[in-house]
């Protein structure tokens, strides 16, 4: 599991040209601006609270409020800084080692867009009186603020608790936080495919049944939702069950179009990009190229390839600058969020090495 904030230490510090109060902290691959009265030294144990957390409404947050206490990527005298930086001291006395997760002590929580609420917009349907006497303004602010709330009082979408523990969810490593594994990776073959900002879902069979899920639940077949659409329009049960016959298999992918994050790729109605086939009882996946062939195949798309066979050095800003470009789906010609990174064919599908390089330009874009 991804720590939000772990112990760590300041590697370097470097001084930012015609900055007087702020000077730059290098964490692992990670830097950050931080304010120069905090004394921060070459070799100081800090807490690194990393991007996407959100930090309790506490006092010492107050300069988060505005974004609603959100750690981000910013960018301060030409800079990018990635994460916020703590002294140790912010913490209850104890002994504390590098890597341990302070994650909880602190009250951090992960940022994550709805993707349940934001992939099952039917809303409004068969409860007639919420269109009859409220204001589609009032919805729109109850369902942007409130849409754990809001889905509940509004619509009638039923979300199954619970994701499948057989199978793993989709979370890659920031390659930020593996320096010592890109120093082992490096110059071996590495597929890089496109990471796509949509919605992430899950497609399965097991013991004949077939089931839908979002990132973190089990999806009820007849509930409106975009999950289930796509399946539909795209017959995807009936693809699966004809290829892979009477096999437990998963597959999983990103869910884009319309209604979905903004729906940067310009997508007529949804669409569905398979990245990962896991074989369940084998507890294996099958390799990028495998996946694209067996997608194209079955009549489904697959993430785009955008690096075949690509040998990988250890410099992490290296491979950071590769993550940038426009992204090839739909021909939209935005930046690309980024790259997933995949040993090219592992010689043992048990045990995957992958993370995840996101592109500055595109956090800086849309952040």
Same mark, same amino acid.
């Given at each position: 599991?991804?720590?939000?904030?772990? /112990?760590?230490?300041?590697?370097?510090?470097?001084?930012?040209?015609?900055?007087?109060?702020?000077?730059?902290?290098?964490?692992?691959?990670?830097?950050?601006?931080?304010?120069?009265?905090?004394?921060?030294?070459?070799? !100081?144990?800090?807490?690194?609270?990393?991007? !996407?957390? /959100?930090?309790?409404?506490?006092?010492?947050?107050?300069?988060?409020?505005?974004?609603?206490?959100?750690?981000?990527?910013?960018?301060?005298?030409?800079?990018?800084?990635? %994460?916020?930086?703590?002294?140790?001291?912010?913490?209850?006395? %104890?002994?504390?080692?590098?890597?341990?997760?302070?994650?909880?002590?602190?009250?951090?929580?992960?940022?994550?867009? !709805?993707?349940?609420?934001?992939?099952?917009?039917?809303? /409004?349907?068969?409860?007639?009186?919420?269109?009859?006497?409220?204001?589609?303004?009032?919805?729109?602010?109850?369902?942007?603020?409130?849409?754990?709330?809001?889905?509940?009082?509004?619509?009638?979408?039923?979300?199954?608790? %619970?994701?499948?523990?057989?199978?793993?969810?989709?979370?890659?490593?920031?390659?930020?936080?593996?320096?010592?594994?890109?120093?082992?990776?490096?110059?071996?073959?590495?597929?890089?495919?496109?990471?796509?900002?949509?919605?992430?879902?899950?497609?399965?069979?097991?013991?004949?049944?077939?089931?839908?899920?979002?990132?973190?639940?089990?999806?009820?077949?007849?509930?409106?939702?975009?999950?289930?659409?796509?399946?539909?329009?795209?017959?995807?049960?009936?693809?699966?069950?004809?290829?892979?016959?009477?096999?437990?298999?998963?597959?999983?992918?990103?869910?884009? %179009?319309?209604?979905?994050?903004?729906?940067?790729?310009?997508?007529?109605? /949804? !669409?569905?990009?398979?990245?990962?086939?896991?074989?369940?009882d084998k507890q294996e996946y099958y390799n990028q190229y495998e996946v694209e062939r067996i997608t194209k195949e079955i009549g489904l798309k697959s993430v785009p390839i955008i690096y075949r066979d690509f040998v990988l050095s250890n410099n992490?800003?290296?491979?950071?600058?590769?993550?940038?470009?426009?992204?090839?789906?739909?021909?939209?010609?935005?930046?690309?969020?980024?790259?997933?990174?995949?040993?090219?064919?592992?010689?043992?599908?048990?045990?995957?090495?992958?993370?995840?390089?996101?592109?500055?330009?595109?956090?800086?874009?849309?952040?």
């Amino acid at each position: 599991m991804r720590k939000l904030a772990s /112990i760590q230490e300041i590697i370097d510090i470097k001084s930012i040209e015609n900055a007087d109060a702020i000077e730059l902290a290098i964490i692992n691959g990670w830097q950050c601006v931080v304010n120069k009265n905090d004394n921060f030294k070459v070799g !100081d144990k800090i807490v690194m609270v990393e991007i !996407d957390s /959100i930090l309790p409404p506490a006092p010492e947050f107050e300069f988060l409020k505005d974004r609603k206490y959100r750690v981000r990527t910013i960018k301060l005298r030409g800079q990018i800084s990635q %994460g916020l930086v703590l002294p140790i001291s912010y913490l209850p006395k %104890g002994n504390y080692n590098i890597d341990d997760d302070v994650t909880e002590i602190i009250g951090i929580t992960k940022y994550e867009p !709805d993707e349940d609420n934001d992939a099952n917009k039917k809303v /409004i349907t068969n409860k007639k009186w919420v269109k009859k006497y409220i204001p589609d303004v009032v919805l729109s602010f109850m369902f942007s603020h409130f849409p754990k709330l809001s889905k509940k009082l509004f619509t009638n979408t039923v979300i199954k608790k %619970g994701f499948p523990d057989f199978i793993y969810k989709t979370d890659e490593e920031r390659i930020q936080n593996l320096k010592n594994l890109i120093n082992e990776v490096a110059g071996m073959k590495f597929v890089g495919t496109e990471k796509i900002d949509g919605s992430s879902e899950t497609i399965y069979l097991k013991d004949n049944k077939f089931y839908v899920c979002s990132r973190n639940n089990h999806i009820d077949k007849d509930d409106g939702s975009k999950y289930w659409q796509v399946v539909k329009e795209q017959d995807i049960e009936s693809k699966i069950r004809k290829y892979f016959k009477n096999r437990n298999i998963a597959l999983q992918g990103e869910l884009c %179009g319309e209604g979905i994050q903004g729906n940067k790729y310009k997508i007529k109605g /949804i !669409d569905i990009y398979i990245f990962d086939i896991f074989d369940i009882d084998k507890q294996e996946y099958y390799n990028q190229y495998e996946v694209e062939r067996i997608t194209k195949e079955i009549g489904l798309k697959s993430v785009p390839i955008i690096y075949r066979d690509f040998v990988l050095s250890n410099n992490i800003n290296e491979i950071l600058k590769l993550a940038e470009g426009k992204s090839v789906v739909n021909n939209s010609n935005i930046e690309r969020e980024g790259i997933v990174w995949r040993l090219a064919v592992p010689e043992n599908n048990k045990v995957r090495i992958s993370f995840k390089s996101i592109s500055n330009k595109f956090l800086l874009k849309n952040e």
